[in-house]
C-alpha cells in the first residue's frame, strides 16, 4: 500500500484543521495537498455505514443527540460544515481510493463486520488500512477479512506488545503524539511493527518524531506538515 513508504503523512479526517472533517471537501482537500492517505471515521447507523466521529451531532453538524436518535434521511440532510453532508463509506472510499490510500477507524460496536463485508465485496484490492482502539472489533474484522491490514489506536494506555502478537500480528501500531516518547517508539520497532503517531500539527515535531524513529504522522494540516526531509522517498 502507499502508506508502506519512508514516514507518509496521512490526512487526519481529510484536512481537518482547514475544513470541515470527516466531510468530503475536506478528503478532496488533502488529496490536493498531496497526503498519501487519508484517515476517516465510521459508524454503522441505520443499516448503513457513514463517515462521522463523535456519537453525537452536535460538535460536528447543526443537529443534536445520538446517530441514532433521527433517521437516515435525517442525518444526511444534516450540515456538517461549509453546506457538506454526512457522506457514506462507500461515498468516501469512491472518491478517495483513485488517488491515496485510506485508514478506516472503526467506530462502535458492530461496524467490523459492516466494513470488512463491503472491503470484500466491492473493494478488494484496495489501499486500505482498518484502525480502532477497540481490540475486538479488530479482530471481529481480521476473521471476515484477514487480507486488510490492521493497527490498533492506543492513547494514554501505552501496548501489550506481546499480546498483540498473539492476537493481532497488526501492520502497525498508532500512538498519540502525547505518548510517544522514543523509548516506546523504539520498542514497537524493534517488535517488527510501524509506528504512526496522531495528531502531529507542527513540522518541528514531525521531524523530531522521525528522529525518535516513528514511521510517519497524521495531521490536520496536511498544506503544512510534510514529509521531513530525513526520510529519504
Known sequence: MSLDIPFPII??????GLEPENTLR?????VRLGVD?????????HDELIVIHDDTLERTTN????????????LRELDAGAGERIPTL????????????VNIELKGSGTAIRVARLLK?????????VSSFMLTELRAFHEVCPE????PLFGRRAPDLAKLEASLSPWSVHLSRRNANA?????????????LIYTVNEPDEAAALLGHGASGVFTDFPDRVRTPSGASR
Not at 90 to 101: S, V, Y
Open 26 to 30: 475536506s478528503f478532496s482537500r488533502a
Open 121 to 129: 465485496q466491492h473493494y478488494p484490492c484496495a489501499e486500505v488500512l
Open 148 to 151: 486488510v491490514d490492521i493497527a
Open 90 to 101: 462507500t461515498e468516501a472510499l469512491d472518491l478517495l481510493l483513485t488517488d491515496c490510500a
Open 183 to 195: 523509548t516506546l517508539i523504539r520498542a514497537i520497532r524493534d517488535a517488527g511493527y510501524r509506528c
Open 37 to 45: 492517505a487519508v484517515e476517516l471515521d465510521v459508524h454503522w447507523v
Open 63 to 74: 443537529g443534536t443527540g445520538p446517530l441514532d436518535s433521527i433517521s437516515l434521511a435525517e
Open 11 to 16: 490526512g487526519h479526517r481529510g484536512a481537518a
